[in-house]
């Protein structure tokens, strides 16, 4: 929430000094600046993206759609964040990008054929083996609630499906059942991932192409907070702010 009241106030001081009427919810998301102030780390200030790790890692990912802000949100968690090394290397051609199976290729493009939310597993179990839209559901749940009881349930209809359904060799959907088990420990919803990304560019456009307005709209925010705004401080001096 405090965020969304920074994103406000920087409308409200952009229209008065600037005379720029912006509506946040329709700035283009291929924004080259924008995608250029997350590529170098920039980040002091924007939604989800400012710790030191995450900073580090979007200079080695250099985000380039808004896809890769998603994948960053959800991936930048205990857990996952064991692949972000992978996820880097394979959108840059470092890293061979593939797939469990070939039928799985369109659940997973957009990740680089790495497993990162709950809605690509309740794709797969769908487009791979055959699952309804509900028993879609009670595997997610199973997953996101770590139901072992569910899982151990959902695990023979998923590879009797895949032999069926895509004619995948058994013991590869052994091994596939295998890495949904441990990706289940801290599955990401892509949903939820996608609106805190939308802040997160929302935050990032306003910085890079109304940087005095945004800080001192994220100041105003933070009048209480000493330590932030030593931070804040600090990267107004390193933005060139007075």
Same mark, same amino acid.
């Given at each position: ?99 469990? #199976? ?106 890079? #192409? ?33």
């Amino acid at each position: 929430l405090s965020n969304l009241t920074t994103i406000k106030n920087a409308l409200r001081i952009i229209k008065r000094v600037y005379g720029a009427d912006i509506d946040i919810n329709t700035i283009p998301l291929d924004d080259a600046q924008t995608y250029q102030l997350l590529s170098s780390g920039d980040t002091t200030g924007v939604f989800q993206l400012e710790s030191a790790g995450m900073k580090r890692y979007l200079k080695e990912l250099k985000p380039s759609v808004f896809e890769d802000i998603i994948a960053m949100v959800a991936l930048y968690r205990p857990g996952p964040m064991q692949f972000i090394e992978e996820f880097v290397n394979r959108k840059h051609g470092r890293n061979t990008i593939s797939y469990p #199976h070939a039928s799985m290729k369109n659940s997973l493009e957009p990740t680089y054929g790495i497993l990162v939310y709950q809605e690509q597993v309740m794709q797969i179990s769908k487009e791979v083996c055959g699952f309804t839209g509900g028993e879609a559901d009670t595997l997610r749940k199973a997953i996101g609630k770590k139901n072992a009881a569910l899982m151990a349930k959902m695990k023979d209809k998923m590879i009797d499906g895949g032999q069926k359904h895509s004619g995948i060799d058994q013991a590869l959907m052994e091994r596939f059942w295998k890495q949904l088990e441990d990706f289940a420990a801290y599955c990401f919803n892509k949903s939820h991932a996608a609106c805190y990304g939308l802040i997160a560019y929302q935050t990032a456009y306003l910085k890079a #192409h109304y940087p005095s307005a945004f800080m001192a709209a994220l100041m105003t925010s933070d009048y209480d907070d000493t330590d932030r705004l030593a931070i804040e401080i600090a990267e107004c001096k390193k933005m060139g702010i007075a």
